[in-house]
């Protein structure tokens, strides 16, 4: 923040920043580095100390060296370090299905930085736009025949985000019969006898 004061000056002394409404911070605490340039001064502060996720809201106010005190300037801003959570309830790791249409649904939120934005991939594709409705989504997509890697992706408006990746299988090749035997062949009426087949599945 710049201090600036074309006439007696600033008052460095009166300086007053407050975090969330607590104990003034001067300029001689901990963190504050004032420069000094023409017509006032250049500050810059780091807390000590990290401050919580959630709304913060600071105040800065100073004084002239004529006694006249500034109003009071405030700027709010919201701290968010935690991802937004995603469920994918469908479909589960590792599905095997012969249906190449597939419904992805889930749900996701982000407590500090909502809306939160999801997107879906089928093999590295995007699936165009997700519908979120009060933390639910659902996305038709189309499988490929074979293996199918699904990646979902909750992004908050903080640039967190959390990806679920699932693995499904398309298969839409029956199963094939490829041979049959008997033993013994030919047999004797009343005899035991073993039929064996061979059932192959790419």
């Known amino acids: 923040f710049q201090l600036r004061d074309a006439d007696s000056g600033i008052k460095i002394d009166s300086l007053e920043l407050k975090i969330d409404g607590g104990t003034a911070i001067t300029h001689n605490s901990s963190g504050m580095v004032v420069t000094s340039v023409t ?5 810059t502060y ?15 106010q100073i004084g002239d060296n004529d006694g006249n005190t500034s109003t009071l300037l405030s700027s709010s801003f919201t701290i968010d370090t935690v991802a937004p959570t995603l469920n994918v309830s469908a479909p589960v790791e590792g ?3 012969n249906k190449a249409n597939l419904t992805v649904s889930g749900s996701t939120n982000d407590v500090t930085s909502s809306p939160v934005t999801v997107t879906i991939t089928v093999n590295g594709v995007d699936q165009g736009a997700v519908t979120v409705t009060s933390g639910n989504f ?20 903080a640039g967190l985000e959390t990806t679920v990746t699932r693995n499904v299988t398309l298969d839409t090749v029956a199963p094939t019969i490829t041979a049959v035997t008997l033993v013994p062949n030919p047999v004797d009426g009343g005899a035991t006898f073993v039929i064996s087949v061979t059932v192959t599945d790419e």
Do not use: F, M, R
């Open 39 to 43: 017509g006032g001064y250049d500050c």
């Open 46 to 60: 780091t807390p000590p100390t990290a401050l919580s996720n959630g709304a913060h809201t600071v105040t800065i």
């Open 95 to 97: 599905l095997k299905t």
């Open 138 to 157: 659902s996305k038709s997509v189309t499988l490929v025949n074979g293996a199918n890697v699904i990646v979902v992706k909750a992004k908050d408006t």
